[in-house]
């Protein structure tokens, strides 16, 4: 016997109020409410961070380095240490951290104008030296926060707010694969992409930065995960396109998957 659904008519205003069922707000995250744009996916990595790092246990021990970006609004919302760091330099500040408290756990929030363009040498020689530090990338090929300027991880073709004709190699250059990059250096002991277009992209993501977090744990060395994300003003399309957009430009050149593992 199937259950009967009620269906409430939309014609008249309910005779009841609405009443809030339940918070699903990590407890880590203090405020749910952000001003980041509508259909940006930063919130749902910086979510999925932090009920990793609730689920381990780690929240007393862990100190979170912030670069410049869009995603910088969540250092305040966030009920863990933050540290700022200068544009770019976050995994050094992090390898200060971790040097001076070795039993802390030490991560790094950044986005792809940040790590890549202008900490490039940053996160590569923390891989190389196999800092035991935890990158996250969120990567959406776009300097969103200072107007939608292409950077250096934005692929061929793809359109920015300020390069609507879309990134052309022979003026621009071609993209820099970071995570490809680090996962040839022998001090990397854990390097993933992922993305937040989906459900199932979301779950995923989840899952490697458990893994990511649980290296650095180990004591294996450096572990970086990439994460793409939606930043459909950025891109100048619609809201709603943004996951398909990201599907259909830079999942296929960013690939999604484990790149090392220890």
Not at 6 to 23: C, W
Not at 108 to 117: F, K
Request: with cysteine; proline share 5%; glycine share 10%.
């Amino acid at each position: 016997m199937t259950e009967e659904r009620i269906y409430l008519s939309t014609d008249s205003p309910p005779t009841e109020p609405a009443a809030l069922v339940d918070d699903f707000t990590p407890s880590l995250i203090t405020q749910a409410n952000h001003h980041l744009c509508p259909g940006c996916g930063e919130p749902i990595a910086i979510r999925a961070a932090m009920e990793a790092i609730e689920e381990l246990e780690l929240a007393q021990s862990t100190i979170t380095v912030f670069g410049i970006g869009c995603y910088t609004a969540f250092a305040h919302n966030l009920d863990v240490e933050v540290v700022q760091a200068l544009h770019g330099r976050a995994p050094s500040v992090a390898t200060g951290i971790k040097r001076m408290l070795p039993e802390g756990f030490v991560m790094t929030v950044q986005g792809d104008g940040d790590m890549v363009n202008e900490g490039l040498q940053e996160v590569l020689h923390a891989a190389a030296r196999g800092e035991n530090i935890t990158c996250l990338l969120l990567n959406n090929g776009v300097f969103g926060e200072t107007g939608g300027q292409m950077t250096t991880t934005t692929t061929l073709g793809q359109r920015t707010k300020t390069s609507i004709e879309g990134r052309d190699p022979h003026q621009h250059g071609h993209p820099i694969l970071l995570s490809d990059l680090a996962a040839t250096l022998d001090g990397a002991a854990y390097v993933a992409r992922c993305a937040v277009n989906n459900a199932g992209n979301v779950a995923r993501t989840k899952r490697y930065i458990t893994k990511a977090y649980e290296s650095q744990m180990a004591g294996a060395g450096f572990s970086l995960v990439e994460i793409l994300t939606m930043c459909p003003t950025g891109w100048f399309v619609d809201t709603l396109e943004g996951p398909d957009y990201l599907q259909d430009t830079l999942a296929p050149v960013h690939n999604i998957g484990e790149l090392r593992t220890p």
